[in-house]
């Protein structure tokens, strides 16, 4: 089974970003754990990350056209972004949403997610762990 790992806006400065929030693991290294978990849970994991709204929205189409399943951190996208959560609901296939920080110890604009009302669950808190949990599930339910 073919699963999409999405990343939205900064998560490609991981281990450089943040390291008290984010922790020290780059978005290279998240890349490896996350097709290697896939590769042990029997899925074909793709991971993509980007800085353009229009760019994850179009790889949410090709998810929601080919019936992929998505792991999807949209990054500061999640709390405003109605585009991005149309999107996700056209989605044919699973949807987990992750965070790596647990965004309820935060900041209270980080504590809404437009995307979470459309997504099966959600990962919040666990850093990168997040991830390969939510791999775990979609293995389970697809
Ligand atoms: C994040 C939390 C968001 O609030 C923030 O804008 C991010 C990362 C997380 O993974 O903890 O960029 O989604």
Sequence with gaps: TRVFVLNGPN???LGAR???IYGSTTHADLAELCVSTGKELGLDVEVRQTDTEGELIGWLHEAADQ???VVLNAAAWTHYSIAVRDACSQLTSKLVEVHI??????????QHSVISAVADGVIIGLGVDGYALALRWV???V
């Design 11 to 13: 998560l490609g400065r």
């Design 18 to 20: 943040e390291p008290l």
């Design 67 to 69: 019936g992929i399943p």
């Design 101 to 110: 920080s647990n965004v309820h110890k935060r900041e209270e604009f980080r």
């Design 139 to 141: 293995a389970d339910h």
